[in-house]
């Protein structure tokens, strides 16, 4: 993809932001509604160049499944043997990755509070991110400048305004 090619709104978030990793994958999701329509979006870079990006888009669904979505999107694309750090600002994906899954997936999938919710998304993510062993899954603060995390939210929110 040239530079031409590109989404407007992407060459604004790379022109104004400067700050954060520059290598790693970066996750989003975004909905419209809390249930509505809601996209997805990751970038992988390596020292700010852009190796790939993705994004979808779902008509009914939530701001936390399209989360699950972007990393599980993300993971898809990464070899079995990629050593990088993915990156999403949703706490609740992160913790459910790496503190809860193990112990949930002991239970039988069954978690003390009552039913995991968008169970099915969470299983494939923990099913991924075990297959991918030299994958590190952190958090990261949304919308504090970080260059890539604004730029995966322009991602995954773009799908709204089409």
């Given at each position: ?25 970066f996750t989003d ?26 994004s979808g888009y ?105």
């Open positions: 993809m040239n530079g031409s090619d590109r989404n407007p709104e992407l060459e604004e978030v790379l022109a104004r932001y400067s700050r954060g990793p520059t290598s790693g994958v999701g975004s909905c419209e509604g809390n249930p509505g329509p809601g996209g997805w979006g990751f970038v992988w870079v390596q020292e700010d160049e852009v190796l790939l990006e993705r779902e008509p009914d669904t939530t701001n936390n499944q399209m989360e699950l979505q972007a990393l599980i999107e993300a993971y898809r694309a990464l070899p079995r043997d990629a050593e990088v750090t993915v990156h999403s600002d949703s706490q609740l994906c992160v913790n459910t990755i790496n503190q809860w899954a193990a112990g949930w997936e002991r239970r039988g999938w069954k978690r003390k509070g009552g039913p995991i919710k968008n169970l099915e998304r969470v299983q494939e993510l923990w099913a991924l991110s075990n297959d991918r062993p030299g994958v590190t899954l952190e958090w990261i603060k949304a919308h504090d400048g970080s260059k890539w995390n604004e730029y995966a939210d322009v991602l995954a929110s773009s799908w709204l305004r089409r």
